[in-house]
């Protein structure tokens, strides 16, 4: 028996979708400062099972000894690993069309036009909630939306927990804050042109250990037009080779003997907040995702039981998740009027 021509129309938007869905992570990614430079470095893993387990290396051997001759050697058991473990959070967007849709543009080149208007619509969405989502302290949708860098590098770093792991109890376990208002009074009280890159040097230096430290600042609008104006043109070095290339307003950072990627992460409609930079070794971060939800389609398309439409989603299962908290860092200005 043949197929009509709404359920025909049915399985040219699911297979549309199948069509662009190899590239969602890219548009992801490519969205966002953090996740594109996860994906570039090969910091989109997969995991399995009903939670993210993230290994972490916390304690040293203590076997360490210089000797000589016929001296003891020290093999002392340790504990050197525990996990921390995440909940995998599930988002999903949808692409509808009503049948009236389908039907009023069933010539070929007016139903593509239709549903490439939608799944374009779909895909910003999809942008947007992520976007908000990895800016967040995990508590959107009642607790369902991803873990993101206010929970991942709070304001507040000793209350809590993280991972699955309490920041009051293990200080190991706590990222850095920094109050432009108060921690460096000599240098400043306030982040503006003469003032940022002496704070950002005196972070990076404290906050760093041999190869180790933040290698991305996410900066607000107002801690990027500070750094921006803070160099002149010899000087200004613009990003063009990586985050540059995807069309993020970047610029590198030289300085306390490392260098890092400095991105603009806010403008019109940002979820950045205001007068913040985020420090963030991005090898301590990954994006964890299931392989069978890394921002795809999901299933075949649907009719509602008691609707004359089609849907299909779009969705991701996983988290971001930190291994080690050291090297991560916050600068906020508590009064940028001082």
């Not at 021509?5 to 199948?18: D, F, M, P, R």
């Not at 051997?61 to 525990?82: C, H, I, K, Q």
């Not at 996410?218 to 104006?229: F, G, P, Q, R």
Request: charged letters at 20%; proline letters at 4%; one cysteine or more.
């Amino acid at each position: 028996m043949p197929l009509t021509t709404v359920e025909k129309n049915q399985e040219i938007l699911s297979l549309a979708l199948e069509d662009r869905s190899a590239g969602y992570q890219d548009l992801v990614s490519n969205s966002n400062a953090l996740l594109a430079t996860l994906k570039r470095k090969g910091l989109w893993e997969p995991y399995s099972g009903p939670k993210i387990r993230q290994r972490l290396l916390y304690n040293k051997t203590g076997s360490a000894v210089w000797y000589n001759g016929f001296d003891f050697l020290n093999p002392r058991p340790a504990e050197l690993f525990n996990d921390a473990e995440y909940t995998p959070k599930m988002l999903a967007v949808a692409v509808v069309l009503s049948n009236e849709e389908i039907l009023n543009n069933s010539g070929t080149n007016q139903l593509k036009d239709v549903m490439k208007s939608h799944i374009k619509a779909a895909e910003g969405e999809l942008e947007d909630v992520t976007d908000a989502s990895l800016h967040s302290n995990g508590s959107g949708f009642g607790g369902k939306e991803l873990g993101g860098l206010q929970l991942a590098i709070p304001t507040v770093t000793n209350a809590g927990s993280y991972g699955g792991i309490s920041r009051v109890d293990n200080a190991i376990w706590r990222t850095s804050y920094f109050d432009a208002h108060t921690f460096a009074t000599d240098i400043g009280t306030q982040v503006n042109a003469t003032t940022i890159r002496p704070m950002f040097n005196r972070i990076m230096t404290q906050r760093s250990r041999n190869k180790r430290g933040a290698d991305l600042l996410l900066c607000s609008a107002e801690h990027y037009a500070a750094y921006d104006a803070a160099t002149v043109a010899i000087q200004r070095i613009n990003d063009e080779t990586e985050l540059g290339k995807l069309g993020f307003q970047s610029l590198k950072y030289f300085g306390a003997g490392r260098k890092a990627e400095i991105v603009q992460d806010g403008g019109i409609g940002s979820n950045m907040p205001s007068n913040t930079t985020y420090g963030i070794e991005t090898a301590s971060m990954r994006m964890r995702y299931h392989p069978e939800r890394n921002f795809s389609k999901i299933g075949s398309s649907m009719m509602p039981i008691n609707q004359d439409a089609v849907v299909q989603y779009i969705g991701l299962m996983g988290e971001l998740t930190m291994e080690n908290p050291l090297f991560q860092w916050k600068l906020g200005d508590s009064n940028p009027a001082a």
